[in-house]
């Protein structure tokens, strides 16, 4: 099979034989031909280096107007450097057809370049979602005349938050022909996603590939409610290589566990809402770069953030929404390297796992908490590794060894190493001399039972939702202690429950026990509010701006 064979034109199959592309891949022999029609729509299941770029850049170039100077074609994709070599490939391909532009789109660089290379004319578009849906907020790009849609690495950019994004976009590409999809996974909401907005979708799959991410190692860990700081505490030291993002439902927690952990000696900040581009970007450059090991953040704030190469997720609290976990967990196990995802998790809530199982069709593993004594085994092992792994190349040592003999020529090697090893340790060792068990013992039956009973509050519960304005979802307050506060922001926005209570939270710096029920549309959305801080939270919102739109609230029953 060739390139010409595929229907490739004479102008592209001048620039593969200049690249060296001989036979087409797998996943180019399946898809040009499909996609070539230029109206049939497609799912194609591989993974990276398999071809992918060329399998939709080639048919892409030859379809799009090179005379035509505006945005014919949409390639959305996870990450800034996904971003620039799909434009780089494509400029490869392109070299022999003449006028054609293509522009990377994407965050975290000046955005008014990006804007001037677009109003230059150009036909292909490749853009990260946030900064696509900044550039169609302002007006600087305009999606009516695209005609096809790539989007490629779908199941990344799910895990990255990015859901609600990419349907807005396929929403509004009105005249839409063809849409692509890859994705290296196909979770359930891709299939969601496809089914919605795919007409009968051509699907390919090259090589294995499984329903959910089976890189990660899901576990759990069952403490009590106030032993959740410890808990994650002896995780962490547990891990000695952690390199790794800690989520909270709150920013209150974020910042209050950041701090305590940096006061015992940890690399970590916080990262949340109220942070400035310029302390967030700060932030982000020192985890990046692992001046900082741990990373805490809610989920709003690590919305799209993008790092390779992490080794744990830690959930200090399962989120409330069950979508939240995917994305939280995918931040690990990418790029084909394995990760862990450990919840800490109230006997309680045990029962939520088996939800999550089944939503990431992954098992969930029960993990005791380490005790004192297996926190220190471990960091022992990881010292005496690291000692051992020491490069002394390249220091002048040898000069010195003649002093150390003389200085050490009364001690024993056993007691340099013990030295050593008590410098390196004490700290550990007094800490965990003592150190209480955190498991929580024999109390998950007692979670299961209370999960039945609390299965059938949550069906007095979903009657009660029938009721608009009375009641809370939880127990106790009566609707004479909420107040009903209106607010013009929904799930348009791009925000879903849980990340919106999290929002209003983080905005109005009030705890989520001042919460009632929520009931969120797509254009507005209705919080019951303890009337004790529906005040606060009224002050906090009410004429702010979110993403350039300003937010109203007011009390919905005196309006
Ligand atoms: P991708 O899956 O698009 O990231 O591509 C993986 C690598 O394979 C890239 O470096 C491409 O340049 C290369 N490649 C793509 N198609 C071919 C081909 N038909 N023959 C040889 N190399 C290819």
């Known amino acids: 099979m060739t390139f010409e064979g595929l229907g490739i034109d004479a102008r592209l199959i001048q620039a593969t034989d200049a690249l060296g592309y001989v036979t087409p891949t797998t996943i180019q022999e399946k898809a040009i031909p499909v996609l070539l029609s230029g109206t049939k729509d497609f799912i194609g299941l591989a993974q990276t280096g398999t071809g992918k770029t060329a399998a939709f850049g080639l048919p892409l170039l030859q379809l799009i107007k090179a005379d035509s100077k505006f945005p014919q074609a949409l390639v959305v994709c996870p990450t800034r450097e996904l971003c620039m070599q799909i434009v780089k490939e494509i400029e490869l391909f392109k070299k022999y057809i003449k006028g054609v532009n293509v522009v990377a789109v994407y965050g975290g660089t000046s955005i008014s370049m990006q804007v001037r290379d677009i109003k230059r004319g150009v036909q292909i578009v490749v853009a990260t979602p946030g900064r696509l849906i900044d550039l169609i907020e302002r007006k600087a790009i305009n999606l009516e005349q695209i005609e096809y849609v790539v989007l490629d690495e779908a199941d990344e950019m799910l895990n990255m938050g990015f859901q609600d994004d990419i349907e807005f976009i396929l929403q509004n590409t009105p005249k839409r022909e063809a849409t692509w999809l890859f994705s290296a996974t196909m979770p359930t909401e891709i299939r969601r996603v496809s089914k919605k907005y795919m007409k009968s979708p051509v699907e390919v799959t090259v090589g294995v590939v499984n329903a959910g991410n089976k890189s990660i190692d899901h576990q759990y860990y069952v403490t009590t409610a106030h032993q959740r700081y410890d808990t994650l505490k002896r995780l962490i030291d547990f891990n000695p290589g952690i390199y790794g993002i800690i989520f ?240 013009n922001l929904g799930t348009k926005d791009g925000f879903y429950k849980a990340s919106f209570l999290q929002f209003v939270l983080d905005m109005s710096d009030l705890k989520k026990e001042v919460l009632g029920k929520i009931d969120m549309k797509e254009m507005n959305s209705w919080v019951e509010v303890d009337r004790k801080a529906a005040g606060q939270m009224i002050k906090a919102l009410d004429g702010k701006n979110y993403k350039g739109r300003r937010i109203r609230m007011n009390d919905a029953n005196s309006r």
């Open 248 to 487: 909270t439902r709150t920013k209150l927690d974020a910042q209050g566990i950041a701090e305590r952990l940096t006061r015992e000696g940890y690399d970590i900040d916080a990262l949340h809402g109220d942070l400035t581009q310029v302390q967030r970007d700060k932030v982000m450059g020192q985890f990046r770069d692992k001046t900082l090991q741990l990373l805490i953040a809610t989920d709003v704030a690590a919305r799209g953030i993008d790092v390779q190469g992490i080794t744990h997720v830690i959930n200090y609290e399962l989120p409330d929404d069950q979508e939240v976990y995917t994305h939280r967990s995918g931040r690990t196990g990418r790029a084909g390297k394995t990760g862990v995802c450990m919840s800490i998790v109230h006997a309680r809530e045990t029962y939520r796992l088996r939800t999550l199982e089944k939503m990431v069709q992954a098992p969930f593993h029960k993990f005791e908490i380490p005790t004192g004594k297996d926190v220190c085994r471990k960091q022992f092992f990881y010292f005496m590794d690291k000692l051992l792994q020491t490069d002394i190349s390249h220091g002048n040592y040898e000069t010195y060894v003649p002093m150390l003999q003389e200085r050490f020529a009364e001690v024993s090697k056993e007691d340099v190493l013990k030295r050593v090893a008590a410098m390196e340790f004490d700290r550990f060792l007094k800490y965990y001399e003592n150190a209480e068990d955190l498991n929580a013992r024999g109390n998950e039956r007692a979670g299961r039972e209370r999960r039945e009973v609390s299965g059938r509050e949550q069906t007095r519960g979903a009657q009660r939702e029938e009721r608009p304005q009375r009641g809370r979802s939880g127990s106790g307050g009566s609707s004479e202690d909420f107040a009903r506060l209106f607010v």
